[in-house]
């Protein structure tokens, strides 16, 4: 397995890690709020560096894992709650 396809794999599994402890608690949600906006941007930073682009990359892949799942699952459960009278 390459390095671009680890990274991204432990970023998008620590950011559902961050999400499953969102759920105990409000900080933890707001840690996990701040742990994706410095994420986003470090990615975009790091994309731009010639040593650590194939990190930056992979982060970047990792939030966008992320972002698909989540909204795909929170349309799924929005739209089968929205059938129920």
């Keep these: 397995m390459s390095k671009f396809w680890k990274v ?13 402890l969102a759920f105990t ?8 709020v701040m742990l994706l906006i410095g994420e ?12 650590y682009r194939t990190m930056g990359a992979g982060m970047l892949a990792g939030f ?3 972002v698909l ?4 699952a929170c ?5 089968g709650l929205g059938n129920m009278h």
Excluded: D, H, R, W
């Design 25 to 32: 608690s409000e900080a933890f949600m707001a840690i996990g």
């Design 40 to 51: 986003f941007f470090g990615g975009l930073i790091l994309c731009f560096m010639q040593e």
């Design 69 to 72: 799942i989540g909204f795909s």
């Design 8 to 20: 991204a794999l432990l970023v998008c599994l620590g950011n559902f890690l961050m999400l499953g």
């Design 64 to 66: 966008g894992m992320f």
């Design 75 to 79: 349309t799924l459960m929005l739209s």
